[in-house]
């Protein structure tokens, strides 16, 4: 930088001004250049007011300067310089490239010829990083002793999400004004990886072609993801068909049902992905619905006796099955329609019990009403039945009518 030295004087016989610097060297008497130096130059000069200016200034222009005006006695004042270290681009130091998942981290900052003493704040992925427990801050005094030399230490455990992440060391320090001073190291962090299996349909059924992905971050890269099916190699190499982190399946049908596994490998770990597929018929894939069953019996006792059974089930598909892995014989026999015929079944018999059971009960009914027209006397049946059928015909006589 520049400093300007001005001394001023309000009442002045003719008497002229003088600048000397720290070591009481005379820089200018009056309008005269007292000591070579080009960076030391004139600004103004009269009897009132001498001025000058030193560039380029260092650490050894700081200290007092001195202007004198020769009356007798001489008369002095004196201005303090001081001079601002400006600190060094700062550098990191202790970074492994690359470092392995669960390893420490020891970055160390460093930068020097700063006075005041500098500061220096730790960011990752521009967010600071305040936590004192991973800081550690060194100051040392130069040679010199009049700058400083500043350290300070980040310490973080290796982490796969810190993979790719940039640490910067910022150095703040007023002769930097607003542009502070920065230093970048770019993480890069070696980890396992971990396999998780997506597929592109979510209730595969007979006949689809179903994409299985082997999804997974890792680094480095895995070796070429390895496909199987129950433990064993793929069945059937012609409607199975693997590339890269991708296995498709044409033509789905029961016989592929089974555990699918990719298993992805790099040299720091393997991971196994699991995914029980479980193909759904067509029919009973589709959206729920509500099937009725009707069941209608009709015993011809009379014109108006007429029984009417009625069933209604909700049919149960087998998209509410959440977990296909919960059948354990995906080809046996459907229990539901099981269920359902033996329903069906019992429901008949029921209502041919109930049927049977008013026809018998209507009968026995008549039975009674011509045993009791009369005829409980009667020495044997011819006279109960005449004796009823008179009964009737008394019964017609004595008709009423009313009007």
């Known amino acids: 930088g520049t ?24 820089l200018y008497f ?43 006695p001489v008369k002095t004042s004196k201005a303090l310089l001081t001079v601002l270290g400006v600190p060094e681009k700062p550098e990191i130091n202790g970074l492994k490239k690359p470092t392995q998942e669960g390893d420490k981290i020891t970055l160390t900052c460093k930068t020097s010829g700063s006075k005041p003493a500098a500061d ?7 967010k600071e990083i305040k936590d004192l427990k991973y800081l550690h801050r060194v100051k040392e005094v130069n040679a010199s002793g ?23 060391c910022r150095v703040d320090h007023e002769a930097l004004s607003s542009t502070p001073q920065l230093a970048t190291q770019v993480l890069e962090i070696h980890y396992a990886p971990i396999a998780e299996i997506i597929p592109s349909v979510k209730h595969p059924q007979e006949g689809q072609i179903l994409k ?49 596994r990719c298993e992805a490998a790099n040299r720091i770990g393997k991971s196994i992905g699991e995914y029980t597929l479980f193909v759904h018929d067509i029919s009973t894939t589709l959206s729920p619905s509500t099937t009725t069953l009707f069941l209608t019996t009709t015993a011809a006792i009379s014109a108006w006796s007429i029984v009417t059974c009625a069933i209604t089930s909700a049919a149960a598909t087998s998209t509410t099955l959440k977990d296909p892995s919960a059948l354990s014989d995906q080809t046996g026999p459907d229990h539901a329609v099981i269920g359902g015929v033996v329903a069906v079944v019992v429901f008949v018999t029921l209502c041919l019990i109930i049927v049977l059971g ?46």
């Open 146 to 168: 009049k700058t400083f030399t500043v350290k300070s230490t980040l310490e973080l455990q290796a982490d796969r999400n810190d993979d790719g992440a940039t640490v910067i």
């Open 120 to 126: 220096i704040r730790w960011f990752k992925n521009d």
């Open 30 to 72: 009056g309008d005269k250049k007292a000591l070579r130096d080009n960076r030391i130059e004139l600004v103004r000069a009269s009897w009132h007011e001498l001025s000058i200016s030193i560039s380029d200034v260092t650490l050894a222009d700081e200290g007092q300067y001195t202007c004198s005006l020769f009356t007798m």
């Open 212 to 260: 299985l992905i082997c999804d997974f971050k890792a680094n480095p890269m895995p070796d070429p993801v390895l496909w199987t099916k129950d433990d064993g190699e793929l069945p059937d190499l012609d409607r199975m068909t693997v590339s890269g982190r991708e296995l498709t399946i044409s033509l789905l049908n029961k016989t592929d049902n089974g555990t699918y």
């Open 358 to 403: 008013r026809y018998l009960a209507r009968h026995k009914g008549t039975y009674l009403t011509n045993e009791a027209k009369g005829a409980e006397d009667a020495p044997d049946a011819d006279t109960a039945i005449i004796n009823a059928e008179g009964n009737q015909a008394n019964a017609e006589e004595k008709k009423e009518y009313f009007i």
């Open 3 to 26: 400093a300007n030295l001005t001394c001023r004087v309000d009442h002045n016989d003719n008497t002229s001004l003088q600048w000397s610097n720290p070591a009481q060297q005379t």
